[in-house]
């Protein structure tokens, strides 16, 4: 079974940078939908950042502050993350999604300290 795996992720100082990658173990067809989402401990997870084939789409939390990107390898995003402040400290997830299968990943953590 196809899965995605997410790396880069840390524990860095506020103000400083970071760069998630997800890339799938196998190939995945017909993904038209890609986006990172973060969850912390109790809470639901939140939609980051998405990408289609046109057009991105953040959360006003970090609009200004991350990019997300396709990768030139299939199946693989990545999110910029710069400015990075303590509220953004959670577990980053990343999906893709092809009618009618959804992905996602193990998650990878990101903490950032004051």
């Known amino acids: 079974q196809v899965q995605l795996v997410e790396s880069g992720g840390g524990l860095v100082q506020a103000g400083e940078s970071l760069k998630l990658s997800c890339a799938a173990s196998?190939?995945?067809?017909?993904?038209?939908?890609m986006a990172w989402y973060r969850q912390a401990p109790g809470k639901q997870r939140e939609l980051v950042a998405d990408i289609t084939s046109g057009s991105t789409n953040y959360a006003d939390s970090v609009k200004g502050r991350f990019t997300i990107s396709r990768g030139n390898a299939k199946n693989t995003v990545y999110l910029q993350m710069n400015s990075l402040q303590p509220e953004d400290t959670d577990v980053y997830y990343c999906?893709?999604?092809?009618?009618?299968?959804?992905?996602w990943g193990k998650g990878t953590q990101v903490a950032v300290s004051s």
């Open positions: 196998g190939s995945i067809d017909n993904i038209n939908f």
């Open positions: 999906n893709e999604y092809g009618w009618p299968s959804t992905f």
